[in-house]
């Protein structure tokens, strides 16, 4: 059965656990993975094609016509830590919407996901806008950290129930971040010669049952499952990073998984050191 064909059986599949979604009203807190896409002007990305480090970098045009660019998401990650434990708010949350425009170029099932976490930005973005009207003196949506604290602070997190804080809308956040950076990372990985690569659908299913789906219901993991039946193949993703090789998407992308990681673990330290790791 083609690519196409695949498709649209799973879109057929996935309308209808959708709809089972709705009706048992799991389907708010469940959602969670892979991307987003901004409109650029001919920017420049540096990379090192002859290794993944961030020295020595040769400028690589990013692809016009396109709203997602690689190097947007990576400014804002490499833009995002702050301190020596923190990370800001802004450029955090400016990496979710490239991660969201990523999804949604992966087509119409993959961008019902994205939906669900473009909500949890937005909820963050609303909190931190009323906070900035309520206090003059003091603003707590600048980091993760105090954000963190302010919430803590005016009672809005509650560690038995749920609440629709920040933080926990962070964690849920958070957890689809390792999701995807242990997808990219897989995707990133190549092959002996004459050795055909594993396919992005098997390595997103995969990486998504070892991270996101132990915190979903059964019926939305079928529906996830099935929603990666019709993800496209590399050559896909190679014009989405605007390369033409497995090797150049290596570089790129391991780039863009160690950004990511370095967000990832500041965020893990600062939820675990407040015991926010299991927010309901």
Request: a negative charge; aromatic letters at 10%.
């Amino acid at each position: 059965m083609g690519v196409k064909c695949r498709a649209c059986v799973a879109i057929v599949l996935i309308l209808f656990l959708l709809g089972s979604l709705w009706l048992y009203g799991s389907l708010e807190q469940e959602w969670n993975t892979c991307y987003r896409i901004y409109s650029s002007n001919k920017k420049v990305l540096f990379l090192n094609i002859s290794n993944s480090s961030d020295e020595g970098e040769a400028p690589l045009m990013l692809c016009p016509g396109q709203r997602f660019q690689v190097g947007d998401l990576l400014a804002h990650l490499q833009g995002a830590p702050v301190s020596d434990n923190d990370v800001l708010l802004k450029p955090y949350l400016a990496s979710w919407d490239e991660l969201i425009n990523f999804m949604e170029a992966l087509g119409p099932m993959v961008g019902l996901i994205s939906q669900e976490i473009e909500s949890k930005t937005s909820i963050i973005r609303n909190l931190a806008q009323k906070a900035e009207t309520v206090s003059v003196d003091k603003f707590g949506y600048t980091s993760i950290r105090s954000m963190i604290e302010w919430e803590l602070e005016i009672g809005l997190v509650d560690f038995q129930k749920y609440t629709d804080s920040g933080c926990r809308n962070l964690l849920r956040l958070h957890r689809a971040l390792l999701w995807l950076q242990s997808f990219l990372r897989e995707l990133a990985k190549g092959g002996a010669e004459g050795v055909r690569l594993r396919s992005p659908s098997d390595l997103c299913r995969e990486t998504y049952q070892r991270t996101l789906s132990q915190y979903h219901t059964w019926w939305v993991r079928r529906a996830a499952e099935l929603a990666f039946i019709a993800m496209p193949e590399r050559p896909y993703f190679y014009q989405l990073v605007c390369v033409d090789t497995q090797a150049e998407a290596t570089v790129v992308l391991e780039r863009v998984v160690r950004a990511i990681g370095e967000v990832y673990e500041r965020t893990e330290v600062a939820l675990k050191e407040h015991n926010m790791l299991k927010l309901p």
